[in-house]
């Protein structure tokens, strides 16, 4: 009678022969070789990959546009007892247009939400005005302005006088954006709010906090100057 082996090997109970070129195969990924060299491929793929993406979002970066909305903060912080907030928006207009239709402070009214009126101080007098605000509460504010600074196309600064309800200076700045994408405002305020840290607090939670409201009068402006009109919603009319 015929007998056979068990043994994995076959029948012969031999064991079938390697080459050389199956060596390498018998090393698993518990080689300590294997696993350091698997971590190293793996950190220099990362590192790869994380440079080519952080270039990817620099090439992307220096292709967009400066911003087309007062998203981002210029400056927010304290300066002495007054809070100072500035926003920055890009209007496709050329900034002689807009530096001319914000010099006449009458026109600020038609995208600023909170003011209700400027008046000049004397008739022909392009150098102080009557500013009635709106503040929490249903109130108003009143504040009596005088130009600081006026470059024709470049600059206004104004602050406000004795008489004034309230403590406020700031600036306005034009200057070309770049590659002809039209021009950069930026709009810098420094106040001491209205009924002070209570008034501020009030106002932040009505959404009335200047550096609320002088993002959406930036973005009011640009729509103003672009295309004439300004949108609205029955959220805010």
């Known amino acids: 009678m015929a007998s ?3 043994h994995p090997g076959g029948p012969s109970g031999a064991l079938p022969a390697r080459s050389a070129h199956d060596e390498p195969n018998r090393k698993g990924t518990n080689d300590p070789g294997t696993v350091l060299g698997l971590i190293a491929t793996g950190a220099l ?5 994380g440079v080519a993406t952080a270039r990817a979002r620099q090439h992307d970066r220096d292709r967009r546009p400066p911003d087309d909305a007062p998203a981002r903060t210029a400056v927010r912080n304290r300066m002495g007892d ?4 500035g926003k920055t928006v890009t209007i496709n207009k050329p900034k002689a247009e807009l530096y001319a239709f914000f010099r006449d402070f009458q026109n600020l009214p038609k995208f600023m939400e909170n003011v209700r009126a400027i008046t000049p101080r004397a008739e022909g007098d392009a150098t102080r005005h009557d500013w009635q605000i709106r503040a929490p509460g249903g109130r108003t504010v009143d504040v009596i302005t005088e130009v600081t600074e006026d470059r024709e196309g470049e600059m206004i600064g104004w602050r406000s006088v004795e008489g004034s309800d309230i403590k406020t200076t700031g600036h306005v700045a034009f200057k070309d954006a770049p590659a002809g994408r039209g021009t950069e405002v930026e709009l810098v305020i420094a106040y001491d709010a209205p009924f002070g840290a209570a008034g ?3 106002a932040k939670v009505m959404q009335a906090e200047p550096h609320i409201q ?3 009068d930036l973005k009011r402006f640009k ?6 009109e300004i949108a609205t919603s029955q959220m805010h009319p």
């Not at 793929?45 to 990959?49: C, E, M, V, Y």
């Open 45 to 49: 793929a990362a590192t790869a990959i």
């Open 200 to 202: 501020r607090m009030v």
């Open 4 to 6: 056979y082996s068990t």
């Open 82 to 85: 007054y809070a100072l907030v």
């Open 223 to 228: 729509m103003l100057m672009e295309t004439g």
């Open 214 to 216: 002088a993002r959406r």
